[in-house]
Structure formats: C-alpha cells, structure tokens
C-alpha cells in the first residue's frame, strides 16, 4: 500500500479540524497516555463522557504524534485510513503532533468528548525501515469506546 494514499486522508482532516486549546505538562489531564513504538498504552475505562484533558508521554524511541478522531456508527476504521480523500464519519479532534523520545504534555480538547466510538492513530514513518511504513500500519491504532 501507497503510504501516502493512507496518510492522506487524516492528515487533510488534521489540518482542518483541530481543536487544540492548550497544551503543557501538568497533573490535572482526566486520563493519560503512553506512546510506545507503534502502540499506544492507556486504559480506556479512564476516558469518559466530559473527558477535556489528556496527558500524553512517549516512552518510545521514534517520535510519535496521536491523532484522535470520533468514528461514526458503521464506519470502519481500517476502509477510512484506505480512502483517496477525507473519510466521511471520521472527525478529528485533535492532533498531538511531533513527541519526541521522553516528551510529555497534556493536551486540551475544544469540546469535552461524548458517548461514542473513538480511534487513536499515529501517522509518522517507521524511521527504522526503507519504506517509511506508517505507524499505525505497524499496530499504532486504538479504538475505543466512551461510554
């Protein structure tokens, strides 16, 4: 698969659905998680309906960034990475962009999440391998429910 076929279509809705208000490091985030290479680490349980706040830190050896995104009923995750432009059913809610190895901050989401089904994701490149394989495409997805 093209790697950037697959990267496309959230990268386009990352740029223009951001609704990052603020970010730093600080104890108060509602649920936090960990970066690792290709795979992300929280406990969903944690991220409720009213969730505003999430702290992320990566603890992996590539930079990283979480892009999350609200995925509507009957939408499959794996067919919207795949589409040529923006996947309908797919809102990005924001983009943790560019961690670094050891980096951690607390991100801030414009709206409080809602009862839904959610989906995690890094986009960057595999720097360890020729081809540059998307994260995600090496396990670097969650989805997730809030309930």
Do not use: W
């Not at 960990?34 to 930079?63: R, Y």
């Not at 809102?91 to 670094?100: C, G, I, S, T």
Request: aromatic share 6%; with cysteine.
């Amino acid at each position: 698969m093209n790697r950037k076929l697959l990267v496309a279509p959230l990268a386009a809705l990352a740029a223009t659905s951001m609704l990052l208000v603020g970010c730093g490091a600080d104890d108060s985030a509602d649920a936090k998680v960990e970066l690792g290479d290709f795979n992300f680490k929280f406990d969903a349980k944690e991220i409720k309906p009213g969730t505003s706040s999430l702290e992320f830190e990566n603890k992996g050896k590539q930079t990283h960034e979480a892009v999350l995104a609200k995925v509507a009923p009957g939408v499959n995750v794996q067919e919207a990475l795949s589409s040529d432009g923006p996947p309908e059913g797919v809102d990005v809610l924001f983009v943790v962009a560019e961690m670094k190895p050891g980096d951690k901050a607390t991100y801030t989401v414009g709206k409080d999440l809602e009862k839904g089904h959610y989906v995690m994701v890094c986009t960057f490149p595999d720097t360890s391998d020729a081809q540059g394989t998307p994260h995600f495409a090496k396990g670097m997805i969650s989805e997730f429910d809030v309930s």
